[in-house]
């Protein structure tokens, strides 16, 4: 059975998140003024990408792959991220202070003019599975980027504890990057 345990609203930014046994599935929707074409070319490059982690307080980050093609993207980066305190005490033993993050997408341009990307994140020590969607599309005044990520973990007694706290900073890591964007894309 799924629960909706959380709907918020903050700045256009409309986020549900679901639990299910020890997985987490955050969806957002990201509202831009800012066209399609620009929010692509701000996810295409290596520049606003590495500007943008770190804006957001990341270190030692670098993209490892950004290859590009006539309707295609790929984008293979490397980072670290602090925890923050708020960790759950049984929680301590798989994270540190920073956590070593790879996030892979691959992005594709449909017919109808949008952008559909497959995302991977993988945090080195951390016993989750992030996999995720992502649907840039034209609106009538800007673009939406609907968000739709999913945590598990299938460790035995800690691992709904860990999706949900994993799912919780992903919800912090998404709203930080989309003000980041809106600020810098939006001028």
Not at 40 to 50: G, I, L, R
Not at 118 to 129: A, E, F
């Amino acid at each position: 059975m799924n629960l909706i345990d959380i709907i918020s609203l903050k700045n256009n930014l409309l986020i549900l998140t679901k639990r299910t046994d020890s997985t987490m599935k955050v969806t957002a929707r990201h509202q831009y003024t800012a066209s399609v074409e620009d929010i692509y070319a701000f996810f295409a490059s290596e520049k606003t990408v590495n500007d943008k982690y770190e804006a957001l307080g990341s270190r030692k980050f670098r993209i490892k792959d950004l290859t590009t093609g006539p309707d295609t993207l790929t984008i293979d980066s490397r980072r670290e991220v602090p925890v923050g305190d708020e960790i759950p005490a049984m929680l301590k033993k798989f994270a540190g202070e920073w956590n070593r993050v790879r996030q892979r997408e691959n992005w594709n341009k449909n017919s109808d003019g949008s952008y559909s990307c497959k995302l991977r994140i993988d945090i080195d020590g951390v016993p989750v599975k992030i996999n995720g969607d992502m649907t840039l599309q034209p609106e009538e005044n800007g673009c939406v980027n609907i968000v739709e990520i999913e945590i598990n973990s299938s460790v035995p007694l800690v691992g709904k504890a860990l999706a949900e706290f994993v799912g919780q900073n992903t919800e912090q890591q998404m709203e930080s990057e989309y003000q980041y964007i809106r600020s810098t894309s939006e001028k």
